[in-house]
């Protein structure tokens, strides 16, 4: 079963930038990964999950209007990785954020992003 670990949250003040990263382990072997639609996830205290970012096999990428502009997913298929380059953060942005496939599998610890001053 194919399993995410995410990395890269942390604390950082509103208009500053983390990059995330989430491994995929447990991948069949011929590297399938490259054929998974991959995406960001987020739940902030209190809400539902919701879909920030996605990145599509061919590495066409779509986000969540709250992000866009801000938010730059990508992947690297030799290494079973996603990332989520996030600049000019803001409060809001404060949520655990998990990778996954879309449509979701099994989910992963995720990593908090704190946007505070």
């Known amino acids: 079963q194919v399993q995410f670990v995410e990395s890269g949250g942390g604390l950082v003040q509103p208009g500053g930038s983390l990059r995330l990263s989430c491994v995929a382990s447990?991948?069949?072997?011929?590297?399938?990964?490259?054929?998974?639609?991959m995406a960001w996830y987020r739940q902030a205290p209190g809400k539902e999950r919701e879909l920030v970012a996605r990145?599509?096999?061919?590495?066409?990428?779509n986000y969540a209007d709250s992000v866009k502009g801000r938010f730059s997913i990508s992947r690297d298929n030799t290494k079973n990785t996603v990332f989520l380059q996030m600049n000019s953060l803001k409060p809001e942005d404060t949520a655990v954020y998990y990778c996954n496939r879309v449509p979701p599998s099994s989910w992963g610890q995720g990593t908090l992003v704190t946007v505070s001053s």
């Open positions: 990145v599509g096999a061919t590495g066409s990428t």
């Open positions: 447990g991948v069949a072997s011929g590297n399938i990964f490259i054929l998974f639609c």
